[in-house]
């Protein structure tokens, strides 16, 4: 009796190979592809949401999208904000996707167009309260420890964005971040505006990474 029993259980719960096959069929000629030209469609933004969703980072929480006092610009590219991080009393911000002309690391000195570069950033967002922006794709800090994020100005405009666009800075190329060819083309139309530094500068008033990775950059107005 209880073998009998056993047996309509198997029977029950268990799937025809006929059945099986189907399924197989079904999935390889039909969910597959469909979810494949979704990702290629939809491509980051659903990564995003999903990696978004499922894992936050306490950095995450306590800044996205929140909005503090900018109370120090250090130099084009990094700022202090008003809310103490771990033995720090400010938060210290490197701008994500960007780099400005250095105006306090001793080994370059004060680079070309980096008073400019600091003074812009200064004249947008010193003592103004602005929106941090992170971004899933990227890193949220980096190997100082400084937080990187977009900032978004009072106005609704994004200080990366327009850091590159009126050429007081290059596009940093060495990390992938969500707007990525975004910036890469703002800086390109800076170059060919001349704008901002890109009007008088030459090879060698450029960092030496983007040098190396763009050896083509300015090298005709040199000639």
């Known amino acids: 009796m209880r073998n009998g029993v056993m047996g309509k259980r198997r029977k029950r719960y268990a799937i025809s190979r006929t059945r099986k096959n189907t399924l ?7 969910i597959l592809p469909a979810w494949m ?38 130099d084009g590219d990094t700022i202090d904000l008003k809310i103490p991080d771990k033995e720090y009393p400010t938060t210290r911000v490197r701008l994500l996707g960007i780099d400005t002309p250095e105006t306090k690391n001793p080994q370059t000195g004060v680079m070309y167009f980096g008073p400019e570069a600091s003074e812009f950033t200064r004249r947008l967002c010193k003592n103004k309260t602005v929106i941090v922006l992170l971004d899933s794709k990227a890193d949220q800090r ?12 009072p106005d609704g405009t994004i200080l990366n964005q327009r850091i590159l666009a009126e050429g007081y ?34 090879r060698k008033d450029l960092p030496q990474w983007l040098s190396k990775r763009r050896p083509d950059l300015l090298r005709q107005k040199n000639n």
């Open 24 to 30: 197989l069929v079904l999935f390889f000629l039909f």
């Open 37 to 74: 030209m979704l990702d290629r469609w939809a491509g980051v933004s659903v990564r995003q949401t999903v990696k978004s969703s499922l894992y936050q980072s306490e950095d995450w929480k306590k800044y996205h999208e929140q909005q503090f006092l900018v109370t120090a610009v250090i």
């Open 142 to 153: 980096d190997k100082y420890g400084r937080l990187l994020a977009y900032i978004r100005l």
């Open 169 to 202: 800075g290059y596009a940093y190329l060495p990390y992938e971040h969500t707007h990525f060819d975004t910036y890469f083309e703002l800086q390109n139309q800076a170059i060919q505006s001349g704008t901002g530094l890109w009007k008088n500068a030459t």
